[in-house]
């Protein structure tokens, strides 16, 4: 946080811009989203993509991480038969390790969700 | 005795809080989805509730008892099931505003024989996911109090078709919540006090190279003509009927198989080895602690059973209409998933204790591996380790976990049953819901008599892998892809949905054909969830004329925040 003794910003802007701003009818885009044309369509394909990436992404990680483990056991052998704590490795894994890890990735999903939706919203809005 | 009065207290709380409900709920709307008025926290403990079944109360502990630490891919696929479920259609699905999975079918593709197949699945995964909680309710009451399988079955079924039909979802809602908080109490505390008594015997090897003996002079009973093989040979006391002969007295078992009659009593003398039944792979040695331990003797090809199961439950849970009802009851996309990922905190604070139960059966209950009863060592357990009252404390609060569990998971499954005969097949009204609720009550009673064999989870997996291979496509595709045909839907649900339970009903059956064939059946998400995308995908590419004219409509409400405005209101 800034002291709250600094000056508060203000936009600069030129009075023709603002005067345009204004012309402008308002929530046109979002008129294009509700009326589906051409930029509306534009607009919501992005939205989706991103965040068809972002779970996809996320889903990735889960494979890797969880996904993998049967193959790691497979392929090498000696995974299984490690100790800590006289504890096998495997139990640790998958009894313990897996569930923190769900929701951890959770929380790192909503988060970019919704600062993907609060992004799209603030193009819309403008 | 006490464990009685606690499974008591549990279903009169039960029909309580459900009675209580009824009189909030008035019109149709709030009976079906509790009027969206559940803030996230109420409502991730109804989810996780409702979804908390026997298959992880009891069934997860027996499995691991049996096979060990690859079993916990159960759990945590589980689990995992709601991550994906978050990613792909938590709030997409809340902001369609349709109440069930025919409803988003409908809605999506404009097409009524969608609808109807869709409907047709929800009954069918209903019906077969109550099975194992049938099986859950006839063992528990037979552990408890020594009644005959069927009379659990009979007893548990008709509380919760009355409470269903009676309560309505308002009251299930508060229901389900109090029962994660029972059901996590259950399971967490006398695991602990297990733990404790483990550390005051000194901490015995579980995983030690020698198979498990008994610890004490034990009485086996058996419940059903069991046949084993003994490796060592010992003297036990027989009463009953032991290799077709009718014998009382000492008996030496030789080395090798023998057969006992129902009914049955072995006694073993302390130190024994403990005998193991023909159809479990050797029960001994480091084996069992280890990833393709005996799951490697038993299945022929164990790492395409658990890529399998992987998929399986990590993609059917979003197809489980009984999850998703519950979705609908969130406020707006956001609560969805806020209410998603308490759920997964939940139900990893719940899924880390089972496994206690498993391991410290190895020691203190390998008695259940001779009798086939794994599924029940949960409640068996706590009796066995703690001596006197405590034991007997811990025994009914874990019965009270147990039959909030099945209770639970049960009347979830019941209300979306009766929920979608309603609605597609008898009556739309609160009267219809309650003679469907009645019907799908006694049809799922009288399925769940003839279950008694089968492990819980494997018949729960099996539900997950008919929810993966019918409703996941359907979701996913429907909410991420406008190409999605009404055609294409309907091939890839009857495809995807018809040969997984194909697969699965000639398992039942009893047909096992050795090598690949008979593993793809037994397990078959991994071949069956792949080809209903493909054909989804495929039919709808040639089918385009049957993708639905107001599908970029569609796709605006599914995915816009609901602060623009955007998202449609509720179809009722």
């Known amino acids: 946080m800034p002291g709250t003794d600094a000056p508060r910003r203000v936009a600069v802007t030129s009075p023709r811009t603002e005067a345009a701003e204004r012309a402008r009818p308002a929530r046109r885009r979002l ?92 193009l819309v809005e403008r | 005795m006490l464990a009685v009065v606690a499974v008591v207290a549990v279903t009169g709380a039960t029909i309580a809080i459900g009675t209580f409900g009824v009189r909030v709920a008035r019109t149709t709307s709030d009976f079906f989805v509790a009027a969206r008025t559940v803030p996230p926290m109420w409502n991730a403990s109804a989810i996780s509730g409702e979804y908390l079944s026997a298959a992880s109360f009891l069934g997860v502990a027996g499995l691991v008892l049996k096979y060990g630490v690859d079993m916990l891919w159960y759990p945590v696929g589980y689990a995992a099931g709601y991550l994906l479920l978050l990613l792909f259609v938590a709030a997409p699905l809340r902001r369609f505003g349709a109440y069930t999975i025919p409803d988003f079918a409908e809605g999506r593709l404009r097409s009524l024989p969608v609808r109807g197949v869709a409907t047709a699945f929800v009954l069918l995964i209903g019906w077969f996911y109550l099975l194992p909680q049938m099986k859950g309710a006839g063992i528990t009451l037979s552990v408890l109090i020594g009644t005959p399988y069927w009379v659990g079955v009979v007893v548990v079924g008709g509380v919760i078709t009355a409470n269903v039909a009676l309560g309505g979802m308002r009251g299930i809602t508060f229901v389900q919540a109090f029962q994660y908080w029972v059901k996590v109490t259950a399971i967490s505390l006398p695991a602990m006090f297990l733990l404790l008594h483990w ?271 019918s409703f996941c496509p359907l979701l996913v595709l429907g909410i991420w892809w406008r190409g999605l045909s009404a055609v294409g839907a309907l091939a890839g649900l009857l495809v995807g949905g018809t040969t997984a339970s194909a697969a699965i009903g000639a398992t039942m059956l009893g047909f096992a054909p050795g090598g690949w064939l008979g593993s793809l059946l037994a397990q078959p998400a991994a071949w069956s969830v792949p080809l209903a995308f493909a054909v989804m995908i495929v039919v709808s590419r040639r089918t385009p004329a049957s993708i639905p004219a107001d599908v970029g409509r569609t796709m605006v409400t599914l995915h816009t925040p609901e602060r623009l405005g955007l998202t449609a209101p509720a179809r009722p």
């Open chain 2, 199 to 469: 550390q005051q015997d000194r901490m015995p090897e579980v995983v030690s190279p020698a198979p498990p003996t008994f610890a004490h002079a034990t009485d086996v009973e058996f419940g059903v003509d069991t046949r084993f093989r003994v490796e060592t040979p010992v003297v036990v006391d027989v009463t009953g009927e032991l290799d077709g002969r009718s014998a009382t007295g000492p008996r030496e078992l030789t080395a090798g198989e023998h057969v006992v009659a129902a009914d049955t009593v072995l006694g073993f003398p302390a130190g024994a080895p403990t005998p193991h039944q023909l159809d479990l792979a050797a029960a001994g040695g480091t084996h069992w602690g280890r990833p393709f331990g005996p799951i490697a003797d038993q299945e022929e090809h164990p790492l395409f059973f658990t890529y399998s199961l992987i998929l399986a439950t990590f993609l059917g849970t979003m197809g489980l209409p009984h999850i998703l009802v519950r979705f609908y009851t969130n406020p707006d996309g956001r609560a969805a998933r806020q209410t998603t990922v308490i759920v997964l905190a939940m139900l990893g604070a719940f899924y880390v204790f089972p496994a206690v139960y498993g391991v410290l059966g190895r020691l203190y209950t390998p008695d259940l591996l001779l009798t086939g009863r794994t599924d029940t060592v949960v409640l068996v357990l706590p009796e066995r380790i703690v001596p006197g009252l405590g034991g007997e404390l811990l025994g009914a609060l874990v019965a009270a976990g147990a039959f909030a569990a099945f209770m639970s998971t049960a009347s979830g499954l019941l209300v979306m049953v009766a929920g979608a005969l309603a609605q597609d097949v008898l009556s739309p009204n609160v009267r219809g819901f309650r003679s469907a609720a009645v019907l799908g009550g006694c049809v799922a009673a009288l399925l769940g008599l003839a279950v008694e064999p089968f492990d819980i989870n494997r018949l729960v997996g099996w539900a997950f892998a008919i929810a993966a291979s």
């Open chain 1, 31 to 122: 008129d294009d989203l509700a009326d589906q044309t051409e930029v509306g369509d534009v607009l919501l394909r992005a939205l989706i993509r991103a965040q068809l990436v972002l779970a996809v992404q996320v889903l990735a990680v889960l494979v890797v991480l969880l996904g993998g483990l049967p193959l790691l056991f497979v392929l090498v052998p000696e995974v299984g038969r490690l100790e800590i704590g006289g504890i096998g490795v495997p139990w640790l894994l998958l009894g313990m390790a897996s569930f923190p890890l769900l929701v951890l990735l959770g929380v790192v999903y909503i988060r970019q969700a919704e600062r993907n939706e609060r992004e799209f919203a603030e």
